[in-house]
């Protein structure tokens, strides 16, 4: 289970964050090489749609912005392409350490504010449990995470999209799709968090 | 050489560029005989090649000019081209050096009348001018080449326009059977300065160099503002000849960058500031546009900056762009995030300058071939206490500017003649 | 030379017989010109044309050889004849290669470079050096920080005694309050051991060198191989006899009282990085006011550097010493929060690792300007990164990265008014900025006045006691090519007194300082000039039963190498000497000459030009071009086959300052049309070689216009222009616009008198 991090800190650039991020993120060691390039910002297909980018989000770390850093839209917009990864001229795994930042939002409950990330719950909420994406039960539990105004309002915004989808074959209405061995599945999914708490543990020894 | 030829004492210097001419004339002037080998058909490696220097913004064959001044006036120095260094063997004041000189085909009757370029058709890439031009089959390296002796191309050998080269000359200089020759030199110390490389922009992906003439390198745009390139020194868009409006240059174009060059070259932050005067002069309404990490104007190069800086149509920004894509019309279009404003931008433009760094020659396959300290990008590594014969001078010893160039140059000649020991 | 045998040899080769009549110029020369022997040839830089001039050198017929071929510039090896004179005279480059053949003009203009060619010989003569007495082969090191030690033992390991000056009582300068340097080999990722005491022991232990310490320099005079130095120390003075001196006086911290506005001052917490080190390298970093242990450090840097009001460059090094000491801080207390707050981080080369080395050890680098820094050590940055003000809260020392000022003067010695002002005159306030650009383009501020302090060699030049320096405060040196040219022969600076540096790149510095002070040596050894005319055994001779004692000669040398007698004349120090001729050039009775390039010399070339008569239509313009720069650019004309005028005539000098304005006014009696200088640029971004030559040159052209008025002519009719060797596109047409000029003015109403 992840450590937590320090209370958010009254000055700016208290490194007690960017110190709990090197020592509790998936690459975050490496984040400390970060020069402000811009090059990652730069090379994100969806950089536009991101709050800060990668870039500003490493400084902000720095900062000891942690409530900004973990409430960022930037660290669940991230779709892995590997694009700043592969550019970074400083070899900083940028992917690595935004989507564990993204998990990490998640255990530490900063998920209720990010539309994103609540997104991203009920997504995983249905491959877990059917072992396969259903769009109208994803969308449904995406909608009804909001509150009640929010299902309303986002369920008639796109109510002509999930019509035509259903007409085209796009989604259908009855029982989910579900795979044929669930029981396996969650045995296998068991042992992945199983093996991860392990080596989570050996890291830190 | 005045005396009995190679001893111990000798020196060789190994690369004919601003680093070896310094260290092999300086040594001469102490009195020492110096050899000096060149692998190109002329002196002056690299800053030949320049427009004009940072930050005085004079040319450098003023410098150079008097360094052959000097070297003509030598008669303890010797100066070889087409040589280069097949093989070392022995120690500290006593080396033997193989030497390769490889064939130009024009031997030393050259008078440099010009006739034998006059003589033929044939063109091949110039590489003086790094692919931007053509030049004949028979050329001359350079308006201000030293020897000032002509070369046949040997793509031209074994073809009718070798020939008719021939043909055309009147001093029985053109030698089509050269095949070079090997030799071998007795000397108590070396100085190695064989300098750099421009970092290959093709390997820097995601900036699509092949794709438009209108990307170059900074080492090009010296080429393309000299008056002795391939445009008669006027900046223009290589693909139509058409003037230049909006120019970026791209720094750390391979340098500071785990990918390619770790280390910082030094040179690039004044040479892009360099090219924005070099546009500046020419086009009134030219706009430049800097895109950096750091702007690194060490010592008293900050004024230089500080003068570029000044210029309203020249801007900084912050910002390492991610990509270069071509647009429907031909121009580069540069994409990335402005990291002061925080801004995406994708900016369109006639002329991208990419700002590549220096990779040592003795990395690229040009290092002595005996045991020397190196580091892990390729830079000689001087021995400690003096005890190498073996001595970096240059761009071989790390990257650097010119005139660091010359001062490390001036101490290797002095390491030299301590190598060498009192003269006899 | 009562024995002067010339032989005139012309070349038919590269075009020449196919542009001019080579008989017709071998008629010239044996016919009117009197010349005894005089050949053709059809290749004379091939192995049987040089052998034709060897021959005639050889069994004594020839002493003379007047080449008239190809420039200068090539075959000098060729046509270098043991026991004979050249002369060169340019047929090829200036003639056939940029004239149409066979035309009338093209045939004068040969047929003048002949005459210009004999008239050369007539008066030139081989030089005879002038080796002085006395020479001594010692080099004085003043300085002994890291520079001077590493001098000393550079000098030594040469085999050269060694006489090293410290005026403080020990050796080492600042880097020996320095426990560690910042590291200059592979990785070149952590701070290195600083390795100054073994320098030390090294010197002490050489017994090639003598250290001197608690000594200052009271004097200096004489000249490269013997300078005589007096030195002081307390009450004791000596005189010592050197052969040439190497300057490493090194820097000091900026004065961090001028940095209130960075809190210096208003708390105790808020150190300099000199004060930082001296605690890294004592008991360690503690604050001053408590005597605790610091755990949030902020770095500022560039405080007082690249700052308009205080120190206008960068001062290099201490980026690179904040990341140093940040580590240091770093290894003693882990948990350290350290901050280095800059505005371009500049670790160029191999330093981007040690940059990277203080990342991973979660050193913060921050991008901003510190507005501020409170008295309660609150550092207000403008964090360019964030977008947003930052107050840095909670700090407990403030660390202020001051740069270096050099030790240019003496700051423990009076300035004294001679030296104030000569630094003054020195030190051209208008900005080296840009001609390029066409925008408006405001120049940096630099110091408005010349630094304080007084001479370090206190040097009994007529030129004033100090070295020359430049704008910024820095030892004089032409900084791109020739880093170690200063204005005084034999005389060379390095390390921070020259250029912002840190240890490494000071102790490179100082070998190549010393090579140079080892060549001037050398050369005063053999009464050779060192660069750039290296090797030239010619110097200056004063004819003084007809001085005037006007001072010009020993005002405009620009390597001070001419004092004046008590009664006023000129004496020469010829190892000081660089043989540009600027004396020669200054002098109003011409009396001062050179064996091989002379007034008379150059009064008889421009007398040999046949001046067509005023009905002919023909101009001729004179121009006198600097062998350096425009001469080379004309030859590169040639080379491109671009057209020289036909009514120009050249004759190549040393330099802008040697030119006699009696050489114009003698033109203008001798009916030429027009005068023309090319020469190098002037300022503070000279080009010149001899520094001042060209500046020089073109400050006596503007008084040429009285002369002119004087013979009822217009001013216009000479002119100096600065011409660049990479002119050769363009040398052409600014011949031909001011060839333009003349005819516009018509013929000069003196031809034919």
Not at chain 3, 134 to 162: P, Y
Not at chain 3, 181 to 198: F, G, L, S, T, V
Not at chain 3, 268 to 289: C, F, H, I, N, Y
Not at chain 3, 400 to 411: E, I, K, Q, R, S
Request: glycine fraction near 10%; hydrophobic fraction near 40%.
């Amino acid at each position: 289970m992840t450590v937590a991090p320090p209370a958010q800190a009254d000055r700016r650039y208290d490194l007690n964050f960017a110190r709990w991020v090197r020592d509790n993120v998936n690459g975050g060691d490496k984040m400390s090489l970060c020069m402000q390039c811009g090059m990652c910002s730069g090379s994100c297909p969806i950089g536009t749609e991101m709050d800060h980018g990668p870039r500003k989000l490493f400084m902000m770390i720095r900062a000891g912005m942690k409530d900004e850093v973990l409430n960022s839209s930037t660290i669940w917009n991230c779709t892995s392409c590997y694009n700043c990864v592969v550019r970074c001229p400083r070899g900083v795994p940028v992917t690595y350490i935004i989507q564990d930042l993204a998990s990490k939002a998640v255990e530490l409950g900063y998920v209720k504010k990010v539309e994103n990330a609540r997104f991203a719950k009920a997504f995983w909420w249905s491959a877990m449990t059917f072992g396969r994406t259903d769009e109208r039960l994803v969308t449904t539990k995406f909608y009804w995470s909001g509150g009640l105004a929010d299902f309303f309002r986002k369920s008639l915004a796109n109510l002509k999209i999930a019509m035509g989808m259903v007409k085209t074959g796009r989604m259908h209405l009855g029982a989910p799709h579900k795979i044929k061995d669930r029981k396996g599945l969650q045995a296998i999914l068991a042992k992945a968090a199983e093996i991860d708490a392990r080596e989570s543990k050996g890291g830190e020894s | 050489m005045a005396n009995q030829g190679p001893t111990s004492q000798t020196i060789l210097v190994v690369g004919g560029g601003i680093a070896g001419i310094t260290a092999a004339v300086e040594a001469a002037e102490t009195g020492y005989d110096v050899i000096l080998l060149e692998r190109g058909p002329a002196l002056g490696g690299r800053v030949a090649q320049l427009n004009r220097y940072f930050p005085k913004l004079c040319h450098p064959t003023c410098g150079l000019e008097i360094n052959f001044q000097r070297i003509r006036k030598l008669k303890n120095l010797r100066v070889v081209t087409m040589a280069s260094v097949a093989d070392v063997k022995g120690d500290k004041g006593n080396y033997t050096v193989s030497v390769c000189v490889a064939p130009r085909y024009v031997n030393a009757k050259c008078t440099a009348c010009g006739a034998c370029a006059e003589a033929t058709e044939m063109e091949v890439d110039s590489a003086f001018n790094y692919g931007l031009s053509k030049t004949r089959a028979a050329y001359l390296p350079h308006e201000h080449a030293f020897p000032m002796r002509y070369v046949v191309a040997p793509e031209a050998i074994g073809t009718p326009e070798a020939d008719k080269i021939k043909a055309a000359c009147n001093y029985d200089a053109i030698d089509l059977d050269d095949a070079g020759e090997t030799f071998e030199i007795a000397c108590g110390a070396i100085v190695w300065a064989t300098g750099w490389e421009p970092y290959d922009p093709l390997k820097l992906e995601s900036y699509n160099y092949n794709l438009s003439p209108d990307i170059i390198t900074n080492v090009q745009m010296e080429r393309l503002a000299n008056h002795d390139g391939p445009t008669g020194g006027r900046i223009v868009r290589p693909s139509n000849g058409e003037p230049v409006r909006k120019v970026a240059m791209i720094q750390c174009a391979g340098s500071r960058d785990r990918n390619h060059l770790p280390y910082c070259s030094r040179i690039c932050c004044l040479g892009s500031l360099k090219h924005a005067a070099y546009v500046r002069e020419q086009y009134a309404e030219a706009e430049v546009d800097i895109y950096y990490i750091d702007l690194r104007a060490h010592d008293k190069l900050e004024a230089f900056y500080q003068r570029v800086a000044a210029d309203p149509q020249v801007h900084f920004i912050k910002s390492k762009p991610a990509s270069i894509e071509i647009d429907d019309d031909g121009s580069p279009v540069l994409h990335g995030e402005d990291t002061l404003t925080r801004e995406m931008y994708d900016r369109t433009y006639d002329l991208v300058v990419l700002a590549t760094g220096m990779k040592p020659a003795a990395a690229d396959g040009y290092a002595p071939p005996i045991s020397v300290e190196r580091d892990e990008y390729g830079f000689i590594v001087p021995s400690l206490d003096g005890d190498g014969g073996i001595i970096p001078a240059g761009v071989a010893a790390g990257p650097l500017d010119v005139s660091m160039s010359v001062q490390s140059a001036t101490a290797a000649a002095l390491k030299a003649i301590q190598a060498v020991g009192p003269r006899n | 030379m009562s024995d002067r045998k010339p032989g005139v040899y012309i070349c038919r080769g590269c075009g020449i017989a196919e542009a001019v009549d080579c008989d017709a110029l071998e008629t010239l020369a044996s016919g009117d010109l009197k010349v005894p022997l005089c050949r053709q040839h059809a290749a004379l830089c091939s192995e049987e044309g040089v052998a034709v001039i060897g021959k005639d050198v050889a069994d004594g017929t020839v002493n003379q050889p007047i080449i008239a071929a190809c420039s200068q510039r090539v075959m000098a090896d060729r046509f270098d004849f043991d026991g004979a004179t050249t002369v060169r005279t340019n047929l090829r480059e200036w003639v056939a290669w940029a004239r149409p053949a066979g035309e009338e003009d093209t045939q004068m203009a040969a047929a003048d470079q002949i005459r210009m060619g004999v008239a050369q010989a007539s008066k030139m003569k081989p030089p005879e050096p002038r080796v002085e007495d006395g020479l001594s082969t010692r080099i004085m090191v003043v300085g002994g920080g890291a520079t001077g030690l590493s001098a000393a033992i550079e000098a030594a390991a040469a085999g050269h005694d060694v006489l090293l000056v410290e005026k403080t009582r020990e050796l080492g300068g600042w880097s020996a309050k320095w426990s560690k340097r910042m590291p200059h080999r592979p990785p070149y990722r952590d701070p290195q051991d600083n390795d100054i005491a073994a320098l030390i022991d090294k010197v002490q232990s050489d017994k090639a060198i003598t250290v001197k310490t608690e000594t200052t320099v009271a004097e200096t005079s004489g000249m490269p191989g013997k300078f005589a130095v007096s030195l002081v120390n307390g009450a004791s003075a000596a005189t010592e006899t050197v052969g040439a001196i190497v300057v490493a006086t090194g820097w000091r911290p900026y004065d961090a009282s001028k940095l209130g506005h960075l809190g210096y001052g208003a708390s105790p917490d808020v150190v300099t990085g000199v004060e930082l080190e001296e605690m890294l390298a004592g008991a360690g970093v503690k604050r001053k006011s408590d005597g605790a242990a610091p755990n949030n450090i902020a770095f500022v840097l560039c405080a007082g550097s690249r700052d308009p009001g205080h120190l206008p460059y960068c001062s290099s090094v201490c980026c690179g010493t904040s990341i140093k000491q940040a580590l240091q801080i770093r290894a003693a207390n882990p948990e350290a929060m350290i901050y280095i707050i800059f505005q371009e981080l500049r670790t160029p080369g191999t330093a981007e690792e040690f940059y990277r080395q203080a990342q991973e050890e979660g050193i913060v680098f921050m991008k901003g300007k510190v507005k501020s820094v409170g008295s309660d050590l609150t550092v207000t940055v403008d964090d360019a990164l964030l977008g947003q003000e930052v107050p840095m809260a909670g700090l407990d020392m403030v660390v202020l990265a001051t740069g270096m000022v050099p030790n240019a003067t003496d700051p423990d010695k009076p300035a004294t008014e001679k030296g104030t002002d000569q630094l003054a005159n020195d030190i051209d306030p208008v900005a080296p900025i840009a001609r390029a650009g066409n925008g408006e383009v405001d120049s940096p501020a630099w110091p408005a006045a010349a630094p304080e302090g007084g001479p370090i060699l206190n040097l009994k030049y007529r030129q004033g006691p100090h070295l020359p320096m430049l704008a910024d405060g820095f030892a004089d040196s032409h900084f791109i090519c020739f880093p170690y040219e200063t204005r005084r022969t034999g005389i060379y600076t390095c390390g921070p007194v020259r250029r912002p540096m840190d240890m490494a790149e000071s102790a490179e510095d100082a070998a190549g300082a010393v090579l140079k002070a080892i060549q001037a040596i050398r050369s005063a050894e053999a009464g050779m000039a060192v660069h750039p005319r290296v090797g030239d055994l010619s110097f200056p001779k004063f004819g003084l039963d007809i001085c005037t004692k006007c001072r010009r000669c020993t005002v405009e040398c620009p390597f001070g190498a001419i004092d004046e007698t008590e009664e006023g004349y000129p004496v020469l120090s010829p190892t000081r000497c660089r043989r540009c001729g600027t004396c020669m050039g200054a002098c109003p009775v011409r009396t001062i000459n050179f064996d091989n390039y002379n007034v008379q010399m150059v009064s008889e070339m421009i007398g040999a030009v046949e001046i067509p008569d005023e009905f002919s239509d023909k101009y001729r313009i004179l121009i006198l071009a600097c062998e350096n720069d425009a001469a080379p650019a004309l030859d590169m004309a040639g080379i491109n086959r671009h057209a020289l005028n036909a009514e120009v005539r050249v004759i190549p000098v040393r330099c802008l300052g040697s030119v006699s304005m009696l050489w114009i006014s003698d033109a203008f009696q001798r009916g030429y049309d027009g005068a023309m200088l090319l020469g190098c640029r002037s300022g503070d971004d000279y080009q010149c070689h001899f520094i001042k030559g060209s500046l020089i040159g073109q400050e006596r052209m503007k008084n040429i216009g009285e002369t002119l008025q004087s013979l009822m002519l217009e001013d216009g009719r000479a002119k100096a222009v600065e011409v660049s060797i990479a002119d050769s596109a363009k040398v052409g047409k600014m011949i031909d616009e001011f060839v333009e000029e003349i005819r516009g003015y018509g013929m000069n109403p003196f031809k034919g008198f």
